[in-house]
């Protein structure tokens, strides 16, 4: 009987030994979920544009409606997020994401798909402001300002191009 005992104490203390008491260490980690949809590769102008990216190729933009709407958002102060893909004159996507919290922006620029570029990592910033800034040849693009690092992020103003086309 004594061996019986013996074994059940054991047994016990091997079971709580175990076991954790730190709370933390049991709970599930918090996911930190995007916003976005996951990107489909080769990420065209068309998969892109189905995505919901803003896209711009080829001096057109689709999905406009998704940037007025985020422009309005951030002049109210009201979250939201909005993916930007550009494609460079070889035909290789740029993507940006913003993520505005009614305050500040959260942008992350990846250049990685880029065959002739920098092939630059993903970067990530937070900015205070997005402007319409006029640049050297009277164009006048969107870009973040105020900004942790250097800034990267630009868009063009293509209300005002498709107007000088008119």
């Not at 109210?76 to 009614?102: A, C, F, S, W």
Request: charged share 25%.
């Amino acid at each position: 009987m004594g061996k019986y005992v013996m074994m059940l104490c054991l047994a016990v203390v091997l079971a709580t030994g175990c076991s954790s008491n730190d709370s933390q260490q049991t709970a599930d980690p918090v996911e930190k979920r995007s916003p976005f949809p996951a990107i489909v590769e080769p990420h065209n102008g068309e998969q892109a544009a189905e995505s919901g990216d803003v896209v711009f190729l080829l001096g057109q933009m689709r999905n406009r409606d998704k940037w007025e709407s985020f422009l309005q958002n951030v002049k109210k102060n009201q979250p939201d997020h909005v993916r930007v893909t550009m494609y460079t004159i070889e035909g290789d996507p740029i993507i940006h994401e913003l993520i505005y919290d009614g305050t500040l922006f959260q942008s992350t620029y990846d250049a990685t798909r880029d065959k002739y570029g920098s092939r630059e990592e993903i970067t990530t910033n937070t900015c205070k402001g997005l402007e319409l800034t006029k640049i050297e040849r009277g164009e006048s693009v969107y870009v973040l300002t105020d900004c942790e690092k250097q800034n990267v992020f630009y868009i063009p103003n293509m209300q005002e191009e498709e107007r000088s086309q008119e």
